[in-house]
């Protein structure tokens, strides 16, 4: 098994594929009103980093870094059911914080839904913890907001 991360467009078919599985999904557990997901032609804007992971040639994850002042916010993290289990979601934070290292940006936050258990654990497992909400967000009971200072090695 060959795993490849790399700048992609979400505009891409298999990705694309990949971001209205992940809507659709949203779309099953929260209301509209609760899902802050960004349209495919949102993820396509100069301040948004995207990214795709390859296994074996096809793309089976992405993830993005959107960049707001002051700090980076992880969006549309998102891995093929069937490719679940190997790391890809880990591997595509990893290189969004790296990323955002690199971009000098000090912290990492996320908005996620409140019943994606999973992804909590995930983002635990990688530094996450639990914040405030932070931008233009709300606090819900569909949300979980989590932070990671970038500044502590």
């Given at each position: 098994m060959t795993i490849s991360i790399e700048y992609a467009s979400p505009r891409h078919p298999e990705i694309r594929n990949l971001l209205l599985a992940s809507h659709d999904l949203m779309g099953s557990l929260f209301p509209a009103e609760a899902n802050h997901f960004l349209s495919i032609d949102a993820l396509c804007d100069a301040t948004i980093?995207?990214?795709?992971?390859?296994?074996?040639?096809?793309?089976?994850?992405?993830?993005?870094?959107?960049?707001?002042?002051?700090?980076?916010?992880l969006k549309s993290?998102?891995?093929?059911?069937?490719?679940r289990?190997?790391?890809?979601?880990?591997?595509?934070?990893?290189?969004?914080?790296?990323?955002?290292?690199?971009l000098g940006l000090a912290q990492l936050k996320l908005e996620t839904g409140s019943l994606l258990h999973s992804a909590h654990r995930l983002y635990e497992r990688e530094g996450f913890a639990l914040c405030d909400p932070f931008g233009e967000y709300e606090p819900t009971e569909f949300s979980v907001f989590m932070s990671k200072d970038l500044t502590k090695v």
């Open positions: 980093h995207f990214f795709g992971v390859r296994v074996d040639g096809v793309y089976r994850a992405c993830g993005a870094l959107a960049v707001q002042k002051g700090y980076g916010e993290i998102f891995t093929d059911p069937a490719a289990g190997r790391g890809l979601g880990q591997t595509i934070i990893q290189h969004i914080e790296g990323t955002a290292r690199d």
